[in-house]
């Protein structure tokens, strides 16, 4: 065992995709990967994996009554784990890819974990060039949660992840320091009206 674990630089305009394919030859093994995002550095796992989603919650140390949000690469990958119904459609249109994440009505193939037993996943597009080609190699959702211990700060670089995990993380996929500011927004679909959970960077008119 080493005291850190592997990494990747990448450019982060256009990731080259070796690199990000032995990203996803991890995710699919069960493993998990930091990732820079348009916000702070996430930590990935393939979210419809139960196991690898308990690693995102142990790595965390978060409560397992606190859902994960998941990162989609499109509208019909959100299809296929949620149910979205025409108002998410056109607030997908309009805000996606970006810094909004909707909570839907889960599909019954998301595992219980991930939604903390709420029946209900929050999901996204990233605008991150990096982090939407990381999901759309994989193939499928996977987690996004930002790259801490829980309670600690969000990070923005790739030697801010590798000091709080050192080799609890599979790789690090290094696309250079992300902009921080304030995470996505979160808006409930599932309730009417729609409610704000947590005002971020998008301001939904």
């Given at each position: ?99 909004l ?10 595992p ?6 709420t ?11 990096i ?13 996004a949660?930002?790259a ?46 729609p ?11």
């Amino acid at each position: 065992m080493t005291d850190r674990p592997r990494l990747i630089s990448l450019d982060p305009v256009a990731p080259a995709p070796a690199g990000l394919r032995a990203a996803t030859d991890i995710l699919r093994a069960g493993g998990a990967v930091a990732f820079p995002t348009e916000t702070f550095y996430g930590l990935a796992a393939a979210a419809l994996d139960p196991a690898s989603v308990k690693r995102i919650f142990a790595l965390k140390g978060r409560p397992d009554s606190k859902p994960l949000l998941v990162l989609v690469d499109s509208v019909a990958m959100a299809e296929t784990v949620a149910h979205v119904s025409e108002p998410a459609r056109a607030l997908m249109k309009r805000y996606w890819p970006g810094a909004l994440t909707l909570v839907l009505p889960a599909r019954a193939i998301v595992p219980a974990d991930v939604m903390a037993g709420t029946r209900t996943l929050g999901v996204r597009v990233s605008s991150h060039p990096i982090a939407h080609a990381l999901v759309r190699t994989l193939g499928e959702p996977m987690t996004a949660p930002s790259a801490n211990p829980s309670g600690l700060e969000p990070p923005t670089t790739a030697r801010a992840v590798v000091a709080y995990f050192g080799d609890g993380l599979d790789l690090v996929l290094d696309g250079g320091a992300t902009a921080g500011g304030v995470p996505s927004t979160v808006l409930d679909m599932t309730v009417d009206p729609p409610t704000i959970v947590r005002q971020g960077a998008v301001v939904v008119t």
